[in-house]
């Protein structure tokens, strides 16, 4: 897959769990799973715009492109 998430990498950087972060942005732990494994085939901006903002982070900090 080209796109790559990164989500982790930003969760490891504030030292916050799975369950932590999907409570805050309010998903459930499996969804945030799901995304943060690179399964999801969409991601909508309202839940993009809660990750940048719990994790004070800009969205290319979670997403990248590789050829």
Do not use: H, Y
């Not at 309010?26 to 909508?44: M, Q, S």
């Not at 903002?53 to 997403?63: A, I, M, R």
């Amino acid at each position: 897959m080209p796109v790559v998430v990164d989500i982790d990498v930003m969760m490891a950087r504030r030292k916050m769990s799975v369950g932590e972060l999907a409570d805050r942005i309010g998903i459930t732990p499996t969804n945030l799973a799901v995304l943060k494994n690179g399964r999801a085939k969409a991601v909508r901006f309202t839940t993009l715009d809660a990750l940048c903002e719990v994790l004070e982070c800009q969205p290319g900090d979670l997403l990248r492109w590789e050829p």
